[in-house]
């Protein structure tokens, strides 16, 4: 069953956007991530996403409760899905691939344009697409924890990572319409391949150990409030 998630204009510019209660997102809906993939560890960390948007932006904001973190990758696509990480994958109406929006615990980015996720016999996607760093660093993005996590925290604490993204960003690739009452589509995502508890979470559930899988994307629905 496909689900939706309903973007509402956001209508304070005070607030911590770090803060899951703060005023500053008082109109976004919760997006739970709890759709675990059997191969998961006993570890089952509880992860909620909100999203908004205005004029210029989309804010997401991530909320975790977690234990056995650990965040090492610090350059820009890296293998970020091998720490503790949350992830958007997201496309754009009308465009022929989705941006796969990858954050390790510490606010290291990893992202691409993928048309075509299939592996061919080397083990590469058949159709993806490279963003500069220069381009891709006009994404904001705030992390509650150190950028460096080693060794991992072993204790249960709950981290916040928020992202501002410029709706100008996605226009490297897709040509963007209105953004009101439109319709993109994705999933969410939270996974720790190689920490010591690795684990795989969805939003909208996918049937195999495979996060590219567009035919299980639900959607993302800009209210025009």
């Keep these: 069953m496909t689900k939706n ?4 204009k956001k209508t304070s510019i005070v607030g911590n956007i770090l803060d899951w209660e703060s005023i ?3 109109k976004a809906e919760t997006a739970r991530i709890d759709n675990f993939h059997p191969q998961s560890t006993g570890h089952h960390p509880s992860c909620s996403a909100k999203l908004q948007y205005d004029a210029e932006n989309i804010y997401l904001l991530f909320k975790t409760d977690d234990k056995y973190i650990r965040s090492i ?3 820009y696509n890296s293998k970020v899905n091998e720490d503790s990480c949350v992830e958007w994958f ?3 109406p009308q465009a022929k691939g989705y941006y796969n929006l990858e954050i390790n615990a510490g606010g290291t980015l990893h992202v691409n344009y ?3 996720p299939e592996r061919d016999k080397n083990g590469k996607r058949k159709d993806i697409r490279s963003i500069p760093e220069n381009h891709a660093s006009q994404i904001k993005i ?3 924890l150190p950028r460096i996590i080693d060794p ?3 204790k249960n604490i709950t981290w916040f990572l928020a992202m501002i993204i410029p709706f100008e960003f996605f226009n490297l690739f897709t040509s963007l319409g209105k953004i009101s009452s439109s319709v993109w589509q994705g999933n969410l995502y939270k996974c720790g391949d190689k920490t010591s508890h690795p684990h795989w ?3 909208n559930p996918v049937d195999e150990l495979n996060f590219h899988q567009p035919k299980h994307f639900g959607k993302f629905i800009f209210m025009d409030d």
């Excluded at 998630?5 to 509402?8: D, E, R, V």
């Design 114 to 116: 993928i048309v075509d």
């Design 142 to 144: 705030y992390s509650s």
């Design 152 to 154: 991992e925290i072993v």
């Design 90 to 92: 997201v496309k754009t």
């Design 73 to 75: 990758y610090t350059l």
């Design 24 to 26: 500053f997102w008082r």
């Design 201 to 203: 979470a969805s939003w």
């Design 5 to 8: 998630y309903y973007l509402h």
